[in-house]
């Protein structure tokens, strides 16, 4: 789920897919990268986004003792351990955790263990909400989506036949 520019996020929920093999891969020294949706590392994904949006996975090979150095390819950029610990300029990020990146940076990125780190980003959109699912700078479009979830109001994606109910609301 990609969060819109203000100014777009009353347009129609649309669904994207791109098969695996058209998201672009590059090898770097220490990691083969994926770049699913924005451009990095010299590649570009065929996925649309309505704003400067940045998601790429980097699979690190285990032990390597490399690096990867992390371009300024977004004002606002983020990295998830996926599976395991990696580091950032040295310093120990635990698996699990979403660390910020300061803006026109360029750590070094390593994972001593190998594993897949996540890489996301974009041009700052402003405060936004989010609930399951549903992402908007107003709290009453988030529960106008949710009560058009609930009555089944969205349209069908494509091969779709299941039906997910909305996780119980909080307050």
Do not use: K
């Not at 203000?6 to 020294?29: C, K, N, V």
């Not at 979403?98 to 890489?119: D, M, N, Q, S």
């Not at 908007?136 to 069908?156: G, H, T, V, Y």
């Amino acid at each position: 789920w990609v969060a819109l520019p203000e100014g777009d996020e009353d347009r129609m929920p649309s669904f994207q897919h791109a098969a695996a093999d058209a998201i672009p891969e590059i090898r770097l020294d220490a990691a083969t990268v994926r770049v699913f949706v924005g451009s990095a590392f010299g590649v570009e994904s065929p996925v649309e986004a309505r704003s400067p949006t940045l998601g790429a996975i980097l699979d690190f090979d285990v032990a390597s003792g490399r690096s990867v150095r992390l371009p300024p390819v977004a004002p606002e950029r983020a990295l998830y351990a996926v599976d395991h610990p990696f580091e950032v300029d040295g310093e120990m990020v635990d698996e699990f955790t979403l660390v910020t990146i300061a803006e026109g940076t360029e750590p070094e990125i390593a994972a001593p263990r190998g594993g897949r780190v996540v890489l996301l980003g974009g041009e700052p959109l402003g405060p936004r909400f989010v609930s399951w699912n549903f992402v908007s700078s107003r709290r009453e479009r988030i529960r106008d989506a949710e009560d058009d979830w609930l009555a089944q109001r969205f349209p069908a994606v494509a091969g779709e036949t299941e039906f997910i109910p909305l996780p119980p609301r909080r307050g």
